[in-house]
Nanobody
């Protein structure tokens, strides 16, 4: 069973950038739908971006053009590069994996079977 390990995150000023990473030595990330979600205080967890095995990416409007999801198939790592960060991007961020989620709901929480532990991102104004 996959156990996703997250790294990156931290604190940054508005307009800055951060990169989150997600990996599992036993998971062939090239064969899974890999995605990132976040949960802001008092809000539901929301899907942000997903990367399908065929390379197609999906971004929600709030991060499109600012966040970039990429995959290193050799290293087995998925990265979320977050640019032009805003205070409203402050949240706990989670990576997720599932073999079929990209077919049914790439940014829908219920379609993902495996989750990372979460990492905090704080953007100050």
């Amino acid at each position: 069973q996959p156990q996703l390990a997250q790294s990156g995150g931290g604190s940054v000023e508005a307009g800055g950038s951060l990169t989150l990473s997600c990996e599992d030595a036993r998971l062939n990330v090239s064969k899974y739908c890999m995605a990132w979600f976040r949960r802001s205080p008092g809000k539901e967890r929301e899907g942000l971006a997903a990367l399908a095995p065929d390379g197609r990416t999906t971004y929600v409007d709030s991060v499109a053009g600012r966040f970039v999801l990429s995959r290193d198939n050799v290293a087995g790592i998925v990265h979320l590069r977050m640019n032009s960060l805003k205070p409203e991007d402050t949240a706990m961020y989670y990576c997720a994996a599932d073999k079929f989620a990209c077919l049914f709901g790439p940014t829908v929480e219920a379609t993902f079977a495996y989750w990372g532990q979460g990492t905090q991102v704080t953007v100050s104004s």
